[in-house]
């Protein structure tokens, strides 16, 4: 009697060491279908009251505490004013959820500029791949020479240089997103 309760014991124990690896497997697939993968980002949207379309690019980096770090390198195609390009960090606790970090950028039309701030989102999964995005942002911007003076300077007198612009330029951008 002994022998057969050691021997229930023993394949029980066996049984949960041959399902363990099943479990283990499920779970890992589990967090792979959750897990910050790179992801390109497309949207349109008004920067202070200039609509622009974006793309961009992101891929996780690394983790700080329970937070993943992932770089987005973008361009925004401001109308009027030209190209932008981008650079955020993005910290989220996963890849559906709420978002946002730094945020720098430089103009690279006219006379160029540059830009400043952070960035702020939600973004969620319609599909395994495909999601949407809705963004906020505000930032310092300089526009380098962007208004020259109007009125025709004296006789005689030099004429006045071109002026900067500078301006806290809040935005709201809304797109999608794919994961690889």
Avoid at 88 to 97: I, K, P
Avoid at 116 to 121: F, I, L, R
Avoid at 141 to 148: H, K, S
């Amino acid at each position: 009697m002994r022998n057969l309760k050691l021997s229930s014991r023993a394949a029980a124990l066996a049984g949960l060491l041959l399902t363990a690896p099943l479990a283990t497997a499920q779970s890992a697939a589990n967090d792979a279908s959750t897990a910050e993968r790179p992801t390109v980002w497309a949207g349109l949207g008004l920067e202070t009251i200039v609509p622009f379309g974006s793309l961009g690019v992101s891929a996780p980096v690394g983790r700080v505490g329970t937070l993943t770090v992932a770089p987005r390198l973008g361009v925004d195609a401001l109308l009027l004013l030209g190209p932008v390009v981008s650079a955020d960090v993005l910290f989220s606790g996963a890849d559906v959820g709420l978002y946002g970090g730094p945020s720098a950028g430089l103009f690279v039309a006219g006379q160029g500029g540059w830009r400043v701030g952070g960035v702020g989102g939600y973004r969620s999964r319609t599909r395994p791949d495909l999601g949407f995005f809705v963004e906020g942002g505000l930032r310092y911007t300089v526009l380098r020479d962007a208004f020259t003076g109007f009125v025709a300077p004296p006789p005689g007198q030099p004429s006045e240089p071109p002026h900067d612009v500078t301006l806290m330029s809040p935005s709201l951008r809304l797109g999608v997103t794919y994961r690889f």
